[in-house]
């Protein structure tokens, strides 16, 4: 059966850009073009002119479960692809945030929607808020860098509403909750710290993990960001002394799966199980091809992954938002868990907030059809609310 017999079409489009840099860091295609590969999905009996975008920072859900659950349900729905997708080796934010402002120009003059929500799904979270914050109010004129990226000259469209959903709140602090704060050189990742390792069974500190030992470990987790972030920074400014502005350096940061939530359900707990992520086993993942920043650049690490310097933090972001925002956490989220739904929520500054959680949901509601049916309805409930439908 054909998607567009099944109450919607699905019509996938491209979204021409031209955004100069000095260097290319995409692949392929003209130095100052790109094009961002999106799909449009049309429910045969839209219940508004409204649309609801999805944005990740480096795409691939445009098949979601939600996604396709939102336009089964008549409500239009754009999923859009940065110019990074599927590799967020070489990523900046802001240039991610010019991307979604490229998206909602053309479904507001392209498509012709009159208004636009952001559905902030998981790490589209922090980015949406990002955006939002800068729509409102643009302040960014560099990426931490120092590269020119101005933000204050794009005209971007503030979104009309944000769905807060399954989201974490940021990936500089999600990864630095992940990192491996064991490791004790990062050019050779097999020194470790044998109280730190949480995959040594002969470490002492085993689950349930002592208050004392988590304070060690997140302590240590935020030095180990700290020191990358200073390597780099130093590598930047080597480039820039030897008079090679625009260089960059590609470089590996082994153990980015290791938080003890993973291990020991009791800390930051909900309904999830033990020993595991939403990647799999985290021992694996902790080394294995697609964790968090596992191939990164200079730059990008500044504007994406450190702790310190990233300018895409849903929290500070979302206290400078002024449209209304509904949060929606999942109870056996394996990824993004409550303290991050909470985190969010309490940021907003403003009153047309609210908050839910859907029992025994998993990240992506993957064979949770019931669960994925009270997410669909939460949505349709707040859009109605708020006159998005």
């Known amino acids: 059966m054909s998607e567009k017999t099944r109450s919607y079409e699905r019509i996938p489009y491209l979204i021409f850009y031209q955004d100069k840099s000095p260097f290319k860091e995409t692949y ?5 073009f790109g094009a961002l590969k999106s799909h449009h999905l049309k429910p045969a009996e839209p219940k508004s002119n409204n649309v609801i975008l999805f944005m990740h920072p480096i795409g691939g859900g445009e098949y979601l479960p939600m996604v396709v659950a939102l336009a089964k349900a008549g409500y239009p729905v754009i999923y859009c692809q940065s110019r990074y997708s599927g590799n967020d080796s070489a990523l900046i934010m802001e240039k991610v945030a010019i991307d979604m402002g490229n998206c909602i120009r053309h479904a507001k003059e392209q498509l012709g929607y009159d208004k636009v929500i952001l559905a902030a799904w998981s790490g589209g979270g922090s980015l949406s808020l990002f955006y939002q914050s800068q729509a409102e109010n643009p302040t960014i004129t560099h990426t931490p860098a120092g ?12 979104a009309d509403g944000v769905m807060v959903l399954a989201a974490h709140v940021s990936r500089a ?8 704060a064991s490791i004790m050189d990062e050019s050779d990742p097999e020194q470790r710290d044998p109280e730190l390792d949480l995959y040594n069974p002969a470490n002492p500190n085993q689950p349930p993990y002592s208050e004392a030992f988590l304070t060690r470990y997140r302590e240590a987790q935020v030095a180990r960001n700290r020191r990358i972030t200073q ?19 590609g470089f590996v940061v082994h153990g980015t799966m290791a938080d003890p939530r993973w291990l020991d359900p009791s800390v930051d707990p909900n309904d999830r199980q033990a020993n595991w992520c939403y990647l799999g086993d ?10 968090l920043a596992r191939f990164c650049t200079l730059r990008s690490w500044l504007s994406q992954w450190s702790y310190d310097d990233s300018n895409a933090d849903g929290v500070a972001c979302a206290g400078k938002i002024s449209v209304p925002i ?8 394996d990824a993004c868990t409550p303290s991050h739904t909470h985190r969010l929520y309490n940021a907003i500054s403003h009153d047309d907030r609210e908050m839910h959680e859907i029992q025994g949901a998993t990240h992506y509601y993957f064979g ?3 669960q994925l049916q ?9 859009l109605q609310r708020k006159g998005f439908a």
Do not use: Y
């Open 28 to 32: 392929a295609g003209p130095l100052d």
């Open 326 to 333: 509904m949060v929606v956490g999942n109870s056996a989220d």
């Open 173 to 180: 602090h999600t990864l630095t909750e992940w990192m491996d």
């Open 368 to 370: 949770q059809p019931e």
């Open 282 to 291: 985290p021992q694996v993942v902790n080394n294995g091809p697609v964790g």
């Open 231 to 249: 390597w780099v920074k130093d590598k930047l400014a080597d480039f820039k002394a030897k008079d090679r502005p625009n260089e960059e350096f």
């Open 374 to 382: 009270e997410a669909v309805e939460l949505c349709a409930s707040w």
């Open 147 to 158: 590269d020119r990226v101005d933000l204050t000259i794009q005209d971007l469209i503030p």
